[in-house]
């Protein structure tokens, strides 16, 4: 069953790796300008030989789980106290709204401005942009709260936190969970694209830069199947997360078996 | 124990607006069970979602030991009709049962015990590991009729709370519901559409009419206890009253 | 309101100022937040005193000045403004609308089918990962003229908060639902547009709705390379010309384009989904 | 910025430094290789100085950067400095020059099969520079000047960097780019491209391009840090511009450019000396070329090379 | 036109299988009423769901009209046990009940007509415009009724159909079924709990033990057609049969 699954999987990739390649080979995309996917493959595999590359990855990997984690820890718990209060959630509604289409790359010359940190920097631009994801659809979880079972707490005599933390949390959690696991790849987008504007000591995207001196394209695609393969990780194990914390939920509401 | 005066619901507003209930008069003593019955739509459910506080009632007041509705709550459990829908997937049977007992000051240990016993008494003694989505929709009602018995309440409301369970074990359940409200004194109001079990079950039974629900008539039954599912039902005193509540249903409209 | 003392009883309806009044109090609700931080920000502003940093008084005024001294035909707006919000706008409605289409129309497909899941999944997962930063270089050799390169970003960019939120929306569809369609033979398109879409709603909005602030920000970032219009662009010129608060002005339009289409979405959010929020109601 | 120890490490000349450790960025470019033969011969070490490099992307990050203290140095575009300067962005001290230009160093190409042949028939092209309003807009704008066409008039800027300029190129974005190397070289023998005109004669001849910048109150805050600096940079510095082989060995390792094309690519100057009237140039040129709006005295704006 | 042979399933694997049928061995003629009663949690929903090719048997198969069950469907209907969930809360009530006549070919005028009149039939002819949240609990039952009458199915599996409407509307709707299935030949198979209601209803009666179910006796329900609410309960073959049937439910184990 799950032998399967990971068959599948690694056909799909692979379709999509031999599809890249045959669209070098046909001459459909111009080498010169392109390098062969089996090239970048091959460049890919080397990486971590390279002794700059492994503490570039680790680096990204640092500012992504950081910046992950705050963002959970911060929008979470903003969503659920927005999707509550709907006083509050219409009062900061303009400012939010007015906040979200900023992109950090405009912002993050002014935040460097602002903090001695380059790290610091690549962080709070990663909360900044994950955030949305989390707050969004945990508000959109709280609306799709059964009345009912929250009736049945409160008749029971449960206050609103309470109502809160063990009928609306719970039942909001799926997507949630649907919300982090979006913030996880923006995180990573943001990471690697902060680390390409910005620079910095060390990270993917600097690793990039430096490739990019060279007019060695391989190396940066390789590096973006580096993110790609990261990405792909850290869904795998969400996803795994998610299904063993919400049993429940797939078995209740899943289609056809 | 419960005071409902001139009570009144309307739904939506406009001309979409529907009138369930209109002008409600109801007490309630202490330690009494108090059937309703009425036709389905007349407003049952919603005249027992305000006693719960759950809805704001139009007009009209509702108190519960003189205080009233909304700053109270607390000591009721409710049965709802929904009974699938006020059972929690995400946990397991044992604890939703055990739930709603924090609030008795239970610890872990206790409130564990009194849910395995009140699922025991509801049939259901192997089923606490399971999850509501594995059980039969029967059980599914026994398992919310269990929460509610486990928290014993001072006030009991249940809205239909047999409706999908077999004959035999409606009975059981019927005596169990009798049995605690003997032992807890709890005080209980239950809706039902079997005639029946208004009389078997009830100190008293209110008719309602149909929508918007008016009280059609009230019937105290002066049955003995305990009550015994075939000697009670096999009393001449029973099977008028029976007659009695069906006429009171039949003689009024049934449908808006 | 001055003489009579025998005023008939109030009516039960809300008379209309009552009604008006009631508006303005819902407005004032809603907006009291934002003169609030305008203020604060002018305050800092001004005691900060910072070049990069100007006070708002300053933005609006640069503002004025650069988009909003046209002629009254134009509802005044300048050349400049119609040469840098124009293309922007037609960008960004494109790229979303064609990203909206096609997450919806592959998250249901991978959200129904088990053995489609299985396949592009991990494909999925690889490639939202990767920034639409890095992809430009494989855009600039894909697509043959910079606007394609340009909606090609914010497509990239956007669809997968869409194609996520409708892949799980429609995997969880309640079980009774899909039975019962199943066994009245509700089936195929009917099936999609009448039971799965439906039930997956709250979430394809919730994914449309952060894809499209999110669209906003791959507009900039998609005009930042081989761009010649755009408020991406006017960003950028502003900030490698040092011009302020110009470009505080460019962020500020992003702002108010990024509210603007959020409310917007919400009101058609609101009569699409009004099922959902009348029955989700705790009354 | 970088883990200062005030508590003095005493320098070469005795004096001891505030900072022992300071963070400068750059881009990976020649530009900065006089810095890496520094750090790579251990010049700075022997003045008791540490030098950790941050790699930046653009001039436009790295002077945020700077200025929110970050960092203590970067390797500034003059062009750009000096327009941030001028617009009180921020005040700024060059403690060394790194990078001038030299003939074919910086040069405008075309696709192998592109109608244009002089830059005479740029009028209406698309031209990419790896930033607007910045040096290489001057440059390609200069040469458009000297065959009459005007840079605001008769053609349009597009930004690409560098990188992605080769593929701008094959594809018809634009018509043609102002690209240096190693990606001058790297374009004309991959994809055939054209050289139409070497952006850096006449006005532009020798032109400086990049310095080692501070802002004014950490030169005068770190002084004996800076001459430090200055003293051992200059000793890299030095080897930059008299030894090529010295720079084709440091070039592959603070960059991918390969010991093969580190070889055959055109390099600029490495300036020994920060000199006043030199740097004016670039001033004077972007005032005439309507960059600035006053006349700017960069004197102030030079620390004295230590004797 | 139904068969059932040898029907088993288990819900789940290894220690926490729970197994639901036992080899089941049922026969449904052409146009027969068949009522199906056993206790609460035995099986009776998963028999359904399995005749109704929801569910994959573990053992055994189902035929209807000699072929396989997952080959055909379409030309059945279900009312849920849970049919509240089973209403779609996005469409109006007469849009739920038009939702699946398009099979039928009809276009939307017929469509719209045909879900009018079935909701007339249940009692709610003023309710298609609503929405299914609405509607009391006996009011979304008989929505859910509308909408399997409305289609016409030549097989129509119900269950516990009637488990939350008053007395008097269930025996409208008692009727109001064998009043379809005489007019439209439908074959019926009706799960209830009601004792008087399967041997009312049905041509025969099928009793079930307790979980895992297995058949445990058939009744022929031999009473005159057309039937009427009170000259049939009053039929001493009516009397006897409903003892029979208790019989054979109480005979057995009512819970594993
Ligand atoms: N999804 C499931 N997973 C595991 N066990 C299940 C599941 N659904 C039902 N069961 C079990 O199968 C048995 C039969 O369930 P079913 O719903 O068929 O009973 P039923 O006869 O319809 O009961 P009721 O009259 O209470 O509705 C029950 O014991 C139940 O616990
Ligand atoms: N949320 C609601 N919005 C609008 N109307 C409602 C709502 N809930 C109930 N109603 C209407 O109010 C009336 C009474 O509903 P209620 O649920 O109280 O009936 P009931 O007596 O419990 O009926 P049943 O026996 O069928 O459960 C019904 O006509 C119903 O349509
Ligand atoms: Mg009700
Ligand atoms: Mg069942």
Redesign the pocket.
């Known amino acids: 069953m799950i032998g399967r699954r990971v068959a599948r999987g690694a056909i799909g990739v692979a379709g999509l790796l031999i599809a890249a390649e045959a669209a070098g080979a046909s001459g459909l995309v111009d080498p010169a300008l392109l390098p062969r996917m089996s090239a970048v493959l091959v460049e890919a595999v080397r990486l971590p030989a390279d002794p700059e590359f492994p503490p570039d990855l680790l680096s990204t990997l640092r500012v992504w789980a950081i910046g992950l984690l705050v963002a959970v820890l911060g929008a979470v718990p903003l969503g659920l106290v927005l999707g509550n209060l709907r006083r509050a959630e219409l009062a900061s509604r303009p400012l939010v709204e007015f906040l979200r289409p900023i992109p950090s790359i405009a912002l993050i010359p002014l935040v460097t401005l602002l903090v001695p940190s380059t790290e610091v920097v690549k962080i709070i631009a990663v909360v900044y942009a994950s955030a949305w994801p989390l707050l969004i659809n945990t508000m959109y979880g709280l609306k799709d709260v059964d009345p009912v079972a929250k009736d049945t707490l409160r008749s029971f005599g449960f206050g609103r936190l309470d109502v809160l933390r063990r009928v609306s949390l719970p039942s909001a959690a799926p997507f949630v969970m649907t919300g982090v696991r979006l913030a996880s790849s923006v995180a990573f987008v943001v990471t690697v694209s902060t680390e390409l504007l910005a620079g910095g000591v060390s990270g993917i995207g600097v690793y990039m830069l430096r490739a990019a001196s060279g007019l060695r394209t391989d190396l940066i695609l390789a590096c973006i199947l580096w993110t790609g393969a990261l990405g792909l990780v850290a869904n795998i194990l969400l996803v795994r997360l998610q299904r063993r914390a919400f049993r429940w939920h797939a078995v209740a509401a899943v289609g056809e078996s | 124990m419960l005071d409902v005066v001139n009570l009144a619901h309307t739904?939506?507003h406009g001309p979409a607006a529907?009138r369930?209930l209109d002008g409600i008069d109801l007490k309630v003593a202490e330690g009494e069970l108090v059937c309703v019955v009425?036709?389905?739509?007349?407003?049952?459910?919603?005249?027992l979602?305000s006693i719960a506080g759950l809805i704001r009632p139009t007009e009209g007041h509702i108190r519960i030991r003189d205080a009233a509705v909304s700053d109270r709550m607390g000591d009721l459990a409710v049965v709802f009709?929904d009974y699938s829908r006020s059972l929690f997937p995400w946990l397991t049977v044992g604890d939703n049962v055990a739930l709603p007992l924090r609030r008795r000051g239970m610890d872990r240990g206790a409130r564990r015990s009194a849910a395995a016993e009140a699922l025991e008494e509801v049939g259901l003694a192997g089923a606490a590991a399971k999850y509501p989505w594995e059980l039969s929709g029967g059980m599914q009602q026994r398992v919310a009729i269990a929460r509610a018995l486990a928290y014993r309440p001072s006030l009991l409301l249940m809205?239909?709370p047999f409706g999908s369970v077999d004959a035999q074990t409606r009975e059981d359940l019927e005596d169990l519901v009798l049995k605690v409200r003997e032992h807890h004194r709890m005080t209980v109001l239950l809706?039902t559409?079997d005639i029946d079990e208004s009389v078997y079950l009830g100190d008293r039974v209110v008719v309602?009419t149909g929508?918007p629900?008016r009280v059609a008539g009230e019937l105290p039954v002066s049955l003995p206890f305990p009550r015994d599912q075939i000697a009670t039902r096999e009393l001449p005193a029973f099977v008028h009253l029976r007659a009695e509540v069906g006429r009171l249903v039949r003689a009024r409209d049934r449908r808006? | 309101m001055s003489v009579t003392t025998t005023a008939p009883p109030a009516p039960p309806a809300p008379s209309r100022p009552r009604r008006t009044r009631g508006a303005l109090t819902a407005l004032a609700a809603q907006v009291w937040l934002v003169p609030v931080a305008v203020a604060v920000w002018e305050a800092a502003a001004r005691v900060a005193e910072s070049v990069y940093f100007p006070p708002p008084s300053q933005i609006a005024t640069r503002m004025y000045e650069l988009w909003l001294t046209g002629p009254a035909s134009r509802l005044f707006l300048t050349d400049e403004a119609l040469d840098t919000f124009g293309p922007s706008l037609g960008r960004l409605f494109g790229g979303w609308l064609m990203a909206c289409v096609a997450g919806v129309a592959i998250g249901v497909a991978v959200g129904r089918s088990r053995v489609l899941a299985d396949y592009v999944d991990p494909v999925i997962e690889f490639c939202r990962a990767v920034p639409p930063a890095a992809l430009i270089p494989l855009f600039i050799v894909l697509f043959k003229t910079s606007t394609q390169m340009q909606v090609a970003t914010i497509v990239y960019g956007v669809i997968w908060p869409i194609l996520i939120n409708t892949i799980d929306g429609a995997r969880y569809v309640d079980r009774v639902h899909t039975d019962t369609a199943r066994v009245f033979g509700v089936r195929g398109a009917r099936r999609l547009v009448r039971v799965v879409l439906p039930s997956a709603a709250p979430k394809i909005f919730a994914g449309l709705r952060l894809s499209l602030s999110l669209a906003v920000v791959l507009m900039v970032v998609s005009e930042l390379v081989g761009a010649t219009d755009g408020i991406g662009y006017q960003l950028m010129f502003t900030q490698q010309t040092f011009d302020m608060a110009a470009m505080w002005g460019s962020i500020v339009v992003l702002g108010i384009l990024g509210y603007t289409l959020n409310a917007s979405f919400l009101l058609a959010e609101k009569r699409i989904l009004s099922w959902h929020r009348r029955a989700r109601q705790t009354? | 910025g970088g883990g200062s120890t005030p508590s003095a490490a005493p320098s070469a000349e005795g004096k001891a430094l505030e900072k022992t450790t300071i963070t400068v960025g750059a881009l990976p470019i020649p530009d900065s290789a006089g810095m890496h033969i520094a750090i790579a011969k251990g010049f700075f070490k022997e003045e008791g100085l540490t030098v950790n490099v941050t790699q930046l992307q653009s001039s436009a990050i790295a002077v945020p950067n700077l200025l929110g203290g970050s960092l203590d140095m970067i390797l500034g575009n003059y062009f750009a400095i000096i327009n941030i300067q001028s617009k009180k962005g921020g005040d700024f001290r060059f403690v060394a020059d790194a990078y001038q230009a030299k003939p074919d160093t910086f040069a405008l190409v075309v696709p192998k099969d592109s109608k244009i042949e002089t830059p005479k028939d740029l009028k209406g092209a698309n031209i990419a520079v790896p930033a607007v309003n910045s040096i290489g807009e001057m440059a390609a704008g200069s040469t458009l000047r000297t065959v009459g066409l005007d840079r605001l008039k008769d053609v349009k800027f597009q930004q690409y960097a560098f990188p992605d300029m080769p593929a701008a190129l094959a594809t018809g974005k634009v018509d043609a780019a102002w690209l240096t190397e190693p990606f001058l070289t790297g374009v004309q023998k991959n994809a055939g491209a054209r050289k139409i005109a070497d952006t850096m004669t006449g006005a532009m001849a020798d032109f400086p391009m990049a310095g080692w910048t501070v802002t004014k109150k950490w030169a005068e805050a770190n002084p004996n840090t800076v001459a430090a600096f200055q003293r051992a940079y200059a000793k890299g510095q030095q080897l930059a511009a008299s030894d090529r082989k010295e720079v084709e060995s440091i070039l592959p390792k603070y960059t991918k450019i390969s010991p093969q094309d580190a070889a055959v690519i055109t390099l600029g100057a490495f300036p020994t000396t920060l000199s006043a009237n030199r740097i004016q140039r670039v001033a004077d040129l972007m005032l005439e070329y309507g960059y600035l709006t006053e006349k700017l005295d960069v004197t102030p704006l030079l620390v004295p090379q230590p004797q």
């Not at chain 2, 009425?38 to 005249?47: A, I, N, V, Y």
């Open positions: 739904y939506g529907h369930a009425g036709p389905s739509g007349c407003g049952k459910s919603t005249l979602r009709q809205d239909e809706i559409h309602l929508s629900a808006d | 009354t």
